[in-house]
């Protein structure tokens, strides 16, 4: 059982993490402008569940074997670099905001964060160096600690980054009422999309 002096070590550490501006953060910003509040929540949720992914693996051992082979890591990346690259085109292609446009489906935001952050093999390395810090395991499973701690992480950034992307959906929508706006709302999409892409090309694995 993880005890309340760790618990007490772990809780600021992660919420000042999922504080700091990074892809995550971003990528919700980016789809609270484009599509909406509702989508920004969603896809914030499937960057929280991704996390979890990454949280388990890492518990398995899995991740360090992934960190471990460069081939398998590159492809991650660049898996991601497309990925991110496509919803920057979608973007763009898709033309100025319009009020009345429909909504992006929830399911679609969150297949989206969950993707974005799948394939962000940053994520790896983050959590094998900071979740083993305070693993202990004479406290029980060690798996069953990675679980709990990475669920904490991941609702701090489920709430933080959900913020984030409703405020930028509030902004988004009171801007697709001017023509000029509206049109450079989809191009700013775009552009975080596409540079949290360039940003996960040039990761180096360090």
Known sequence: MIDAVTLLAFIPAALALNLTPGADMMFCLGQGLRSGRGAAVAASAGI???????????????????????????????????????????????GPVRP?????????????????????????????????????????????QFLAFGLILSAGGFFINGLVGVFAGQAGRQLTGSPVFARWLGRVSAGIFAGLAVRLAVLEKA
């Open 48 to 94: 929280s569940a991704g996390s979890m992914v990454h949280v388990t693996a890492a518990g398995l051992g899995l991740g360090a074997v992934v960190a471990a082979m460069p081939a398998l890591f590159a492809v991650i990346r660049w898996v991601g670099v497309a990925y991110l690259l496509y919803l920057a085109w979608g973007a763009l292609r898709s």
């Open 100 to 144: 009345d446009a429909p909504a992006v489906p929830a399911r679609q935001a969150f297949r989206s964060g969950f993707l974005v952050n799948l394939t962000n093999p940053k994520v790896i390395l983050f959590v094998l160096a900071f979740v083993p810090q305070f693993v202990k395991p004479e406290a029980g499973p060690v798996l069953a």
